[in-house]
């Protein structure tokens, strides 16, 4: 092997990594002489267990994880290349073919450290995908049958999400300023975009509320009722008014979010609400729209009842309550017979839930428009089909861009 001439050093490093992986040893990089130009002279390349661990590394008194362990064994495997001024050519020097230690099999070569790598072409790929918001386990999926198998890929699927996590490293730092200027770019495109947030003492990111000109235009046109943020058109599609990312779920949170959403609506209110009953939003609805008719979620309704009362027959009298439409008078003593009938005259619960019939029952609310709906299962429909979009593990400016494919793509249908 030795007197082998290489065109490049370049191609001299390619030979011994496919040389090593035929043989099945790992390869790093060992010495590099330069000469007073500071160009490099000779470069050598060892096997992974060449040398040992220092022994500070190993006996640290402070060490607060265990050591990985050793894989320097002292292995003499080597090869080294030297330029040569008269050919211009990379010539061998020495080589050791020798080992101190087994060779890794046919399925233990595909996890040897330098023989994984993931291609230029493929990260690329890998970064778009992801974009368009697929999950980095879905990719990787892909990369497998792309090549025909996990083993064909070139790397691991933690390698995988090393080299994406390393992408984009130096932009999830600043998460917080890099969404709000993916924010203020889009009223470039869109002058209609609107968006407000707000941030605590320490000047962190607590709140965000935003919403594009279609959705604003979708609200002008729309008098269906309001699911959260999510309504009904005439044609019965999802017509999304806009988004909001709260810190915590209090009366004074959902009042910003009305507030903003107010703000961007040019104060229009809605007609009609319908909430899953819960109290700091009906508190928030109570002090700002006072006017509005605002409905209670009948499963919500039903589901609490199957906890509060114990009697077997109740729950379907209730519903014929929520749904049917009665005289008020009439429903008076359907009411006070079910309560009779099912021992539940002293039930706090229902008790507290007579005094709010006017927003569940259909006799108190008839002649306001709900576009059929008693229910909020269209914005729990809305939750599931963007959840097919969104991951807890993207950054923030990620999730926002890709609540706008994920509304592209509601309203492409």
């Known amino acids: 092997m030795v007197g082998v001439e290489f065109k490049s050093v370049e191609e001299a490093e390619s030979f011994y990594h496919i040389y090593s992986k035929i043989i099945g040893f790992s390869v790093r990089k060992n010495q590099c002489r330069k000469n007073q130009a500071g160009i490099v002279t000779t470069r050598s390349w060892c096997c992974s267990n060449e040398g040992f661990r220092r022994t500070k590394y190993i006996k640290n008194p402070n060490r607060v994880r265990e050591p990985r362990s050793e894989i320097r064994i002292g292995c003499c495997a080597m090869f080294r290349v030297c330029y040569s001024k008269i050919t211009k050519l990379w010539v061998v020097k020495e080589f050791q073919a020798n080992h101190n230690h087994c060779m890794a099999t046919d399925m233990q070569k595909y996890f040897l450290r330098s ?23 879905e990719i990787w999926n892909l990369f497998v049958h792309q090549n025909g198998g996990w083993d064909k890929v070139g790397c691991t699927k933690k390698d995988l999400y090393n080299s994406l996590a390393a992408g984009r490293r130096g932009v999830d730092d600043l998460d917080a300023n890099t969404t709000l200027t993916f924010l203020q770019s889009k009223l470039d495109i869109d002058p209609e975009f609107f968006y407000a947030y707000m941030v605590d003492e320490e000047s962190r990111l607590t709140h965000l509320f935003w919403a594009d000109g279609a959705s604003r235009f979708d609200y002008e046109l729309c008098q269906m009722p309001l699911v959260v943020l999510v309504c009904s058109n005439n044609h019965g599609m999802t017509c999304v008014f806009g988004f909001a ?73 209730l519903r014929n309550l929520i749904k049917r439409y009665y005289s008020v008078d009439e429903f008076d003593l359907r009411w006070n017979k079910t309560l009779l009938d099912y021992n539940a005259e002293n039930n706090e619960w229902a008790k507290a839930l007579y005094g709010s019939r006017h927003q569940w029952a259909d006799t108190h609310l008839r002649g306001s428009y709900f576009g059929g709906s008693t229910a909020t299962n269209r914005c729990e429909s809305m939750n599931a089909f963007l959840k097919r979009f969104l991951d ?22």
């Open 115 to 137: 023989h994984r790598k993931i291609s230029a072409a493929e990260l690329e790929q890998a970064k778009l995908l992801k974009k368009a918001g697929m999950k980095t386990s």
């Open 245 to 317: 990312l709260i810190q915590n779920e209090t009366a004074e949170t959902y009042t910003w979010v009305l507030q903003k959403f107010l703000e961007c609506m040019k104060d229009k209110l809605p007609e009609t609400i319908l909430t899953d009953g819960c109290r700091s939003m009906n508190k928030a609805i109570e002090d700002l729209m006072p006017s509005v008719v605002h409905r209670t979620c009948s499963w919500h309704i039903l589901n609490n009842a199957i906890k509060h009362v114990h009697e077997e027959g109740f729950v379907g009298e």
């Open 392 to 413: 807890e593990k993207l950054p923030l400016w990620r999730a926002l861009q890709h609540c706008d494919h994920g509304l592209a793509a509601l309203r492409s249908r």
